[in-house]
């Protein structure tokens, strides 16, 4: 899978500061407030140093957004998951945390808006969908599969910008219901025990440990 952009080698604790700086700033006033005149005054760093090594704001949030999507697909116990649990668990997950977070909403309502980071988080969808369901027909046919991908990107990017925008608080298991129902047309996975895996697949999001939690550089 796709890693972050900037790498830290030894000694490169400016831009440790940086990000830390720019994540600080984005929980306690989100992301559209923040500056990079404040990442920079709160980080401490010096200005020519920031811009060469991220750019503008949007390369600060991009490398965030990336390692935010590092622990959504990272430690999944696959363990008694079937295929339709295993196609929507990472909605799931992505569902529940911008319900519980206001910053991960914002984060995600402005990462549907750049191709760059919504192409990432497919690509990150298709290999998660390789290595997990090896041996599937759906997996066999690439482009069957990036277009599954994404409309089902499409349908996600729709749930959370209602809940960003229109502070809507549909139930997990009403979003998970219509996207299993999308999968299973899709891939035509059974349909019977749905209700069930629906249900199964949101109790693991919810007690799943926070993507945000303990996050720093």
């Not at 790498?7 to 720019?22: C, H, I, P, Y």
């Not at 959504?72 to 339709?84: P, W």
Request: aromatic share 10%.
């Amino acid at each position: 899978m796709k890693n972050p952009r900037v790498t830290f080698s030894k000694g490169e604790e400016s831009k440790r500061r940086v990000l830390d700086a720019a994540l600080a700033l984005f929980s306690e006033q989100g992301y559209e407030k923040t500056t990079m005149r404040q990442i920079i005054a709160k980080s401490g760093v010096l200005n020519g140093s920031v811009y060469y090594a991220f750019k503008n704001k949007d390369g600060i949030y991009e490398y965030i957004f990336d390692l935010i999507l590092d622990r959504v697909y990272g430690s999944i116990e696959t363990k008694d998951m079937n295929a339709l649990t295993l196609l929507l668990y990472p909605s799931a997950i992505k569902l529940h945390a911008i319900s519980t977070n206001s910053m991960l909403a914002e984060m995600l309502f402005h990462a549907h808006r750049s191709w760059q980071i919504t192409s990432n988080m497919i690509a990150r969808y298709e290999a998660y969908i390789r290595e997990y369901c090896t041996g599937k027909d759906f997996v066999q046919d690439e482009s069957c599969l990036h277009r599954f991908c994404l409309a089902l990107s499409g349908m996600v990017s729709i749930f959370a910008d209602e809940e960003y925008l229109e502070g809507k608080k549909v139930p997990l298991e009403t979003n998970l219901r219509l996207i299993a129902e999308y999968v299973c047309s899709m891939l035509n996975l059974p349909k019977e025990n749905i209700d069930t895996d629906v249900s199964a697949v949101a109790e693991m999001a919810r007690t799943r440990k926070s993507v945000l939690a303990d996050l720093s550089f």
